[in-house]
């Protein structure tokens, strides 16, 4: 039984991670308004508080979700719940996912 209640695209995001003030250059894979798959050499547990910035291709800023809590780890990859997401990063996540959802449908044409 499918638990998402937010649409995933697969995606490949350069992206910086954060925790305290540890900064590491990461790639989002997996990307949905809920959260994200990252693989990246920081080491984290679940649990842990991070803050994510998505790199996106031809804009000047990141998308920076200030609160990620990551929720399962396997080598260099983890996944993270986004926690309280503003308004503004919201809307630009969602954009990002429109662009990934339409290049995917563009593919299979």
């Not at 308004?33 to 050499?41: D, F, N, V």
């Amino acid at each position: 039984m499918e638990r998402r209640q937010h649409r995933r695209v697969s995606a490949h995001v350069k992206s910086l991670v954060r925790a305290n003030s540890h900064e590491v250059e990461a790639a989002t894979r997996d990307l949905s308004l809920g959260g994200a798959q990252i693989e990246s050499s920081l080491a984290v547990q679940p649990g842990r508080q991070i803050a994510v910035k998505l790199i996106v291709p031809g804009d000047d800023t990141p998308i920076l979700i200030e609160q990620a809590r990551v929720q399962w780890n396997v080598d260099r990859t983890f996944g993270v719940r986004f926690v309280d997401l503003q308004p503004r990063e919201q809307d630009e996540l969602e954009q990002l996912i429109d662009e990934y959802i339409a290049l995917d449908e563009e593919r299979k044409s």
